[in-house]
Nanobody, 119 residues
Framework: QVELVESGGGLVQAGGSLRLSCAVS????????VRWYHRAPGKQREEVAS???????DYADSVKGRFTISRDNAKNTVYLQMDSLKPEDTGTYYC?????????????WGQGTQVTVSS
């Protein structure tokens, strides 16, 4: 059974930094594309960053230049470095791992970690 566990959230002042971690167990993280999602209070969840199995990355416009996603396959962990945080970055952050085996989609989610950015 594949499990994802996020950590690293907390309370930070605007302009500060946090590093979120998504630890993968039950399988090698290297075979999964991993995405971080943000759900702001009262809003729908949105994707903020992704990293493919090749290491290619992509970011939402709202976080480009401020957030960096990376993966350490040896540690089975994916990170989200969050710099220059803004109050609108407040919310719950979830990691998601996806893999396709032929046409079968394997899709796993973590429980989320809370980030609060004070102004």
């Amino acid at each position: 059974q594949v499990e994802l566990v996020e950590s690293g959230g907390g309370l930070v002042q605007a302009g500060g930094s946090l590093r979120l971690s998504c630890a993968v167990s039950g399988s090698s993280s290297s075979v999964y594309a991993v995405r971080w999602y943000h759900r702001a209070p009262g809003k729908q969840r949105e994707e903020v960053a992704s990293v493919g199995t090749s290491g290619s990355t992509d970011y939402a416009d709202s976080v480009k230049g401020r957030f960096t996603i990376s993966r350490d396959n040896a540690k089975n962990t994916v990170y989200l470095q969050m710099d220059s945080l803004k109050p609108e970055d407040t919310g719950t952050y979830y990691c998601n791992a996806v893999r396709f085996i032929n046409t079968r989609k394997l899709d796993y989610w973590g429980q989320g970690t809370q980030v609060t950015v004070s102004s």
